[in-house]
């Protein structure tokens, strides 16, 4: 199934109407997109007035996403250093 990708603009139009009393079902009704997609719109756009995932997130969340990045480039650095060491070794050249 596509993924559908909406616009800011009609994001804040859907929790405009949800604010303004429509219910969730009235808006899938009305505009075809699913229901915890406009619960999880509202939820944002409340919290941060950001759709953007990671406007959203928690300090520990963004912990988190920093040290698997840093762990991800250590690790690459020492791959590289072992596999440079182990096949470019001279007793490999023997």
């Known amino acids: 199934m596509a993924k559908n ?3 800011d603009e009609f ?3 859907i ?5 303004m009393g429509q219910t969730p079902e009235q808006l899938v009704n009305d505009y075809q997109i699913g229901k915890s997609t406009v619960c999880k719109w509202a939820h944002q756009f409340s919290n941060s ?3 953007k995932a990671k ?3 928690t300090l520990e969340e963004n912990e988190i996403i920093q040290l698997r ?3 991800k480039l ?3 650095h020492f791959l590289g250093h072992f ?3 182990h096949l470019f070794s001279k007793s490999n050249w023997r």
Do not use: A, I, M, P
């Open 83 to 85: 596999l440079y060491r």
């Open 11 to 13: 994001k804040q139009q």
């Open 15 to 19: 929790v405009g109407l949800y604010k």
């Open 74 to 76: 250590e690790w690459q």
């Open 5 to 7: 990708h909406y616009t």
């Open 49 to 51: 007035g950001s759709f």
């Open 55 to 57: 406007d959203n997130r």
């Open 69 to 71: 990045k840093k762990v």
